[in-house]
């Protein structure tokens, strides 16, 4: 059975950086798809900041609100997906997914809290 855990949240100033990780299980992250960091604001949908493909022909996708701030990447030996995230703003503030798709099924981890306050 695969599960998703994310560690890494919690309350930043404005202008911080965070480090989230998600650690995975019951399958090699090599064997999926796609690896993706979502989030989700209060009253919104959830919605992708960051997708990272195991094959090579694929570019890294980030989100506009995202693009040059984040960064997706991948630890084949600890079978972790990561996102840093850089100079934070209190639109960041959301709860944070990680979501892996093997063979077409989508897991997903129970979420990390990001707060971006002063």
């Known amino acids: 059975q695969v599960q998703l855990v994310e560690s890494g949240g919690g309350l930043v100033q404005p202008g911080g950086s965070l480090t989230l990780s998600c650690a995975v299980s019951?399958?090699?992250?090599?064997?999926?798809?796609?690896m993706s960091w979502y989030r989700q604001e209060p009253g919104s949908y959830r919605q992708v900041v960051a997708r990272?493909?195991?094959?090579?022909?694929?570019?890294?996708q980030y989100s506009s609100p995202v693009k040059g701030r984040f960064t997706i990447s991948k630890d084949t030996v600890k079978n972790t997906v990561d996102l840093q995230m850089n100079n934070l703003q209190p639109e960041d503030t959301a709860i944070y997914y990680c979501?892996?798709?093997?063979?077409?099924?989508?897991?997903w981890g129970q979420g990390t809290q990001v707060t971006v306050s002063s």
């Open positions: 979501n892996v798709d093997i063979e077409g099924v989508p897991y």
């Open positions: 019951g399958r090699p992250i090599t064997s999926a798809y796609a």
């Open positions: 990272l493909f195991n094959a090579e022909d694929r570019e890294t």
